[in-house]
């Protein structure tokens, strides 16, 4: 059985450039590399993991990519290419000799466009992406799941991932819109789920497991086990969580599935969509 933690990151810390990382973030205002992760992996019997972009750069690309080189357990890559750029095409091509470059994602929840998505330039560059053969990693914030369906719609033979389950507000305890649309999207064949970034929509001090049922037996029941991964989301999860605690809500959670079920979701899953 193969076990892929399929969503965490890397970086050196840089104040300016990762200003996301907020004073309430205190906890994970350092580096975070490769020797920080793997006695984790080891731990929870992972065989692998995906490094996922947290800046918006070609230099973050390269930087995963050499950690990628070095670093075997670093299965795959989702990268950042600026996916509006007239020659989009050209650097994607650039590109394909890295057999561990995936996918690519784009800090959607952040744009004051919502539906920055569905424009033409955006669109074009999601083009380029399916022609070549990448996938794409959709990190959106509820409002902006609507605009996700029309997207997937649009890109039949792109394979798509939804990340944090499209960060619904679990703090506030809301369910029934998110519920909804989470539902008409997954309704497209060629779109997943990760079960990733789950605590720090809680209540970062105060959260239980049961605080997650809900929304995992949504995504559940929509997606289908053969559609949902597992992300830790380290070390962002650091901040409402260890990496055991985040393990141990999927686990609860998992264990009325089958043998079978579980084998997909704690890897199997992970390694058919980012072709590892």
Request: net charge negative.
């Amino acid at each position: 059985m193969v076990r892929i933690d399929a969503h965490q990151h890397f970086w050196r810390y840089q104040p300016a450039r990762d200003a996301w990382i907020t004073e309430d973030m205190a906890v994970i205002r350092r580096d975070f590399l490769p020797a920080d992760l793997a006695p984790l992996l080891r731990q929870h019997g992972f065989d692998g993991c995906v490094a996922v972009q947290a800046d918006q750069s070609a230099t973050e690309t390269t930087f995963l990519l050499e950690l990628a080189a070095r670093h075997e357990f670093i299965r795959g890559v989702v990268g950042w290419v600026d996916l509006q750029a007239p020659d989009v095409a050209e650097q994607l091509a650039a590109y394909r000799p890295h057999a561990k470059l995936k996918g690519f994602r784009h800090v959607l929840q952040s744009e004051t466009d919502r539906g920055l998505m569905l424009t033409p330039a955006f669109r074009r560059g999601l083009a380029a992406l399916q022609r070549q053969g990448f996938s794409y990693d959709l990190l959106v914030f509820p409002d902006q799941l609507a605009y996700c369906r029309q997207l997937v719609e649009a890109f039949p033979e792109l394979p798509f991932v939804l990340d944090h389950l499209g960060k619904p507000y679990i703090r506030q305890g809301e369910l029934a819109a998110w519920a909804y649309d989470v539902r008409s999207l997954a309704a497209l064949p060629n779109v997943s789920c990760k079960v990733s970034g789950l605590v720090t929509e809680a209540d970062w001090r105060q959260w239980q497991p049961a605080d997650f049922r809900p929304y995992l037996d949504v995504v559940f029941e929509a997606f289908g086990p053969q559609r949902v991964m597992f992300g830790s989301d380290w070390p962002v999860c650091q901040l409402a969580g260890t990496y055991t605690e985040v393990m141990a809500v999927a686990q609860r959670y998992l264990t009325s599935f089958s043998a079978a079920e579980q084998r997909q979701f704690w890897g199997e899953n992970a390694a058919r969509f980012y072709r590892l």
